[in-house]
């Protein structure tokens, strides 16, 4: 069974910096892509950065030049850290991992999501 725990989310005021984790843990063979999603109250989830295995990154405009995706592949834990937040970027962040299990079976796994919250 594999499980996706996120952390780091909470309040900041406009202008801030928040980094989340989300670690994977279970019986994972190897892991893909891994990326982070966002919603908004009344809002469709959007990908905010996704990273690929063979390390590409892409962020829509909404956050380029201000989130940035990393991981790290021997604790499998994928990180967001975000500067110059502003009110806009309020929403809950899910990370979402592309993996592959120790019985070769592939899925794309969702954390529960942490709430980031910035106050203007």
């Known amino acids: 069974q594999v499980q996706l725990v996120e952390s780091g989310g909470g309040l900041v005021q406009a202008g801030g910096s928040l980094r989340l984790s989300c670690a994977a843990s279970?019986?994972?063979?190897?892991?893909?892509?891994m990326g982070w999603y966002r919603q908004a109250p009344g809002k469709q989830r959007e990908l905010v950065a996704a990273?690929?295995?063979?390390?590409?990154?892409n962020y829509p405009d909404s956050v380029k030049g201000r989130f940035t995706i990393s991981r790290d592949n021997a604790k499998n834990t994928v990180y967001l850290q975000m500067n110059s937040l502003k009110p806009e970027d309020t929403a809950v962040y899910y990370c979402?991992?592309?993996?592959?299990?120790?019985?070769?079976?592939?899925?794309?796994?969702w954390g529960r999501g942490t709430q980031v919250t910035v106050s203007s």
């Open positions: 979402n991992i592309d993996l592959v299990e120790a019985s070769l079976k592939r899925g794309r796994y």
């Open positions: 279970g019986s994972i063979f190897s892991i893909n892509a």
């Open positions: 990273l690929t295995s063979g390390g590409t990154t």
